[in-house]
């Protein structure tokens, strides 16, 4: 059983930056970060792999946006730069069952409680 707590979300203006992070317990294999803006489907965000070699961006967020892990402490991290209003969201880091860059909700099979990120414009 792996339980995830985020952690790092806030109000800031456009053009601000933030540091999500996603303290994990348990082992954990590959991890990403979604959001849920409000009247939208939950979406695909960023994802590392289990090895930390490999990550992946929905197009939105490329160049903006960092995945990073920290084996250490067992946790994943999402530095979001140059944010945007359209960055609005509920933002949840999962667990994957794979080693690989799992972009699907599917392939996740554990999930923090969420983490608001509010940018005003």
């Known amino acids: 059983q792996v339980q995830l707590v985020e952690s790092g979300g806030g109000l800031v203006q456009a053009g601000d930056s933030l540091k999500l992070s996603c303290a994990a317990s348990g082992r954990t294999y590959s991890m990403g970060w979604f959001r849920q803006a409000p009247g939208k489907e939950r979406e695909f965000v960023a994802v590392?792999?289990?090895?930390?070699?490999?990550?992946a961006y929905v197009d939105s967020v490329k160049g903006r946006f960092t995945i990073s892990r920290d084996y250490v402490k067992n946790t994943m991290y999402l530095q979001m730069n140059n944010l945007k209003p359209e960055d609005t969201a509920v933002y949840y880091c999962?667990?994957?069952?794979?080693?690989?860059?799992?972009?699907?909700?599917?392939?996740?099979?554990?999930w923090g409680q969420g983490t608001q990120v509010t940018v005003s414009s």
């Open positions: 590392i792999s289990w090895s930390g070699g490999g990550s």
């Open positions: 999962a667990a994957g069952r794979g080693w690989g860059l799992l972009k699907e909700r599917k392939d996740y099979d554990y």
